[in-house]
Each structure stands twice: as C-alpha cells, then as structure tokens.
C-alpha cells in the first residue's frame, strides 16, 4: 500500500502536504525542526525520530495523542 509524506525538506524549508489540516501544521513543522537538529548533531535516525515525536506531542493528553496520530496516519494511508 502506497503512503504518502506529511512533512519533508525542501533545501532549507519545511513543506507540508496540503492533505494535512491546518490545525496540525505547527505540530509537524515542530517535529521536523527538531529531527534536523538532531541529525546535524550526530543521532542516529531512530533517535531523533523518537525525540522530535516528543516534541511534537508536547502539551497533550494521551487521547489527543492517539486522535492525532490516528488522523496523520489516516491521511498518510490515503496514497498518491
């Protein structure tokens, strides 16, 4: 099954897939951020993945964060 990206890099820019609502956009943008600052500063994929979903999940509760993830996922799943 295809995925589709919700967050990449173009050059020094953070683009969002226009699929994402904008209400998560700060979110994902806050994730991004952070992954890139850890990996310029040496971690590993894996561990600046697990970082930056902290960050991003910052300041909500556990339901909010298994809607947010649900939702993001859905979208992601819809393909090309």
Not at 11 to 35: E, F, G, Q, S, T
Not at 55 to 76: D, N, Q
Request: glycine share 6%; charged share 40%; hydrophobic share 30%.
């Amino acid at each position: 099954m295809p995925y589709i990206r919700l967050a990449c890099f173009k050059k020094d820019h953070i683009v969002i897939n226009k699929r994402v609502p904008k209400k998560y956009r700060a979110r994902l943008k806050r994730h991004m951020r952070v992954y890139r600052e850890l990996r310029k500063n040496g971690y590993s994929r894996t561990v600046a993945i697990k970082r930056a979903r902290r960050a991003e999940h910052r300041g909500m509760t556990k339901a909010e964060i298994f809607k947010y993830e649900g939702e993001l996922g859905s979208i992601a799943r819809r393909g090309k």
